[in-house]
C-alpha cells in the first residue's frame, strides 16, 4: 500500500497550489491524514493535518490562514490547498497516515509516508 502525493509545481510568489494525495486504504476515514515537507538541506516539517472525519485541522503557524487541509473519504483522497505562496514554501511535500486520534504533529506517530511532490515558488 502506498500513498501517491500529486499536484506539485512551479509557481509565482502569490499564486496557488492545490496538492492531492490518492490513499488506497482499505479503512480510510479510520486514519488521522498529515502534510509535511522537506527544503533542500532541512529536516522534514511538520505542515498540517487532519481529524478522520475532516472536521478538525491543525497547521504550522507560517501556514495558517494561508493553507487549508482537507479530505474526501469517498475519494480516499486528501488534499493540500495553498494560497499566497511565499517562495519559503518550496519544498518536496508529503503526506501520511498515522493512527492516532487526534490530528499531530509529530513525525513519529505517522506510519506511512507517501513519496513527496516537489513545490517550487519563485520570487
Known amino acids: 500500500v502506498q500513498l501517491q502525493a500529486s499536484g506539485g509545481g512551479l509557481v509565482q510568489a502569490g499564486g496557488s497550489l492545490r496538492l492531492s494525495c490518492a490513499a488506497p486504504?482499505?479503512?480510510?476515514?479510520?486514519?488521522?491524514m498529515g502534510w509535511f515537507r522537506q527544503a533542500p538541506g532541512k529536516e522534514r516539517e511538520f505542515v498540517a493535518a487532519?481529524?478522520?472525519?475532516?472536521?478538525?485541522?491543525i497547521y504550522q503557524d507560517s501556514v495558517e490562514g494561508r493553507f487549508t487541509v482537507s479530505r474526501d473519504n469517498a475519494k480516499k483522497t486528501v488534499y493540500l490547498q495553498m494560497n499566497s505562496l511565499k517562495p519559503e514554501d518550496t519544498a518536496a511535500y508529503y503526506c501520511?497516515?498515522?493512527?492516532?486520534?487526534?490530528?499531530?504533529?509529530?513525525?513519529?506517530?505517522?506510519?506511512?509516508w507517501g513519496q513527496g511532490t516537489l513545490v517550487t515558488v519563485s520570487s
Open positions: 487532519i481529524d478522520k472525519h475532516g472536521v478538525s485541522a
Open positions: 501520511a497516515r498515522s493512527r492516532r486520534f487526534a490530528p499531530a504533529r509529530e513525525p513519529g506517530v505517522y506510519d506511512l
Open positions: 486504504l482499505r479503512t480510510f476515514s479510520s486514519y488521522v
